[in-house]
């Protein structure tokens, strides 16, 4: 099993900046890739973005590239989401996600949060305007 803990969620005003963090512990395995996605009430949950550890390929939504940041820490089983230039309408609940055995480097199978086996319970994020 794996366990996933975010952190970071919290009220910012428009403009600023946040780093989510997402702490993993429990087996280990040779590639994995951890993804962010959000939700907010009464929509479907959204991807954000993705990083697989082989090759430490990234992925991104496109509607958020430029502002936002995902990297990890392989040493400290953790992955950070950067999200500069916050709007309003990026508030949501805040999921981190893992893929324990990810089977294509598209982008596209990332997207889709049924590739994921493994999920935190999420952390708000509230942009004020």
């Known amino acids: 099993q794996v366990q996933l803990v975010e952190s970071g969620g919290r009220l910012v005003q428009a403009g600023g900046s946040l780093r989510l963090s997402c702490a993993a512990s429990?087996?280990?395995?040779?590639?994995?890739?951890m993804g962010w996605f959000r939700q907010v009430p009464g929509k479907e949950r959204e991807f954000v973005a993705a990083?697989?550890?082989?090759?430490?390929?990234?992925y991104y939504a496109d509607s958020l590239k430029g502002r936002f940041t995902i990297t990890m820490d392989n040493a400290k089983k953790t992955v950070y989401l950067q999200m500069n230039s916050l709007k309003p309408e990026d508030t949501a609940v805040y999921y981190c996600?893992?893929?324990?055995?990810?089977?294509?480097?598209?982008?596209?199978?990332?997207?889709?949060?049924?590739?994921?086996?493994?999920w935190g319970q999420g952390t708000q994020v509230t942009v004020s305007s």
């Open positions: 996600a893992a893929d324990s055995a990810p089977k294509s480097y598209s982008s596209s199978y990332y997207y889709s949060d049924r590739q994921y086996d493994y």
């Open positions: 429990g087996r280990t395995f040779s590639d994995y890739a």
């Open positions: 990083i697989r550890w082989r090759g430490s390929r990234t």
